[in-house]
């Protein structure tokens, strides 16, 4: 999955109006990169708050991973949606899968114990990199994807 970027249409108007000057752009400018890098941190806080909350159903039994599963896909959602934003996509395709699971459990009753498992070991494994797309993680992400297609689970 390619990087998140920004786009940036050239302003066609700036030419016909008069507005700010190229050095006050600039300050502006500066001024709203210092913000997304702000932004950026607080949201990578998130996902590792969030990443915790999920590592804790790690080792639960079934009773609990069925009682509590609304927990955990909160947690999933959360994460899926905002992970590839500040670089760890990986950590993002993860909580996706678990996000499908849950939904699987929703329509279906069924909850695969053992592929959520290895989810969250999965999800254990690549938080302790740097939750980027490296050759190896992309080879787990690809096997948790078959694994989910061969037990019925739509993504």
């Known amino acids: 999955m390619a990087a998140p970027q920004v786009f940036t249409p050239e302003n066609r108007l700036s030419k016909v109006i ?4 190229a050095s006050e752009s600039r300050v502006l400018v500066s001024g709203a990169e210092d913000r997304v890098n702000l932004a950026s941190e607080a949201v990578r806080t998130f996902v590792r708050d969030e990443v915790r909350v999920i590592l804790s159903f790690s080792g639960k039994s079934e009773e609990n991973l069925h009682a509590e599963s609304h927990r955990l896909e909160d947690s999933a959602v959360r994460v899926a949606e905002v992970a590839g934003a500040v670089g ?22 069924v909850l695969h114990i053992k592929a959520l498992e290895l989810h969250l070991s999965s999800l254990a494994l690549i938080n302790q990199g740097p939750g980027g797309q490296t050759a190896d993680v992309e080879v787990i992400l690809t096997r948790l994807a078959t694994m989910r297609h061969a037990i019925g689970i739509a993504e």
């Open 88 to 109: 760890l996509e990986a950590i993002g395709e993860v909580a996706r899968g678990m996000v499908a699971m849950m939904a699987s459990l929703r329509t279906t009753g």
């Open 18 to 21: 008069g507005g700010l000057g």
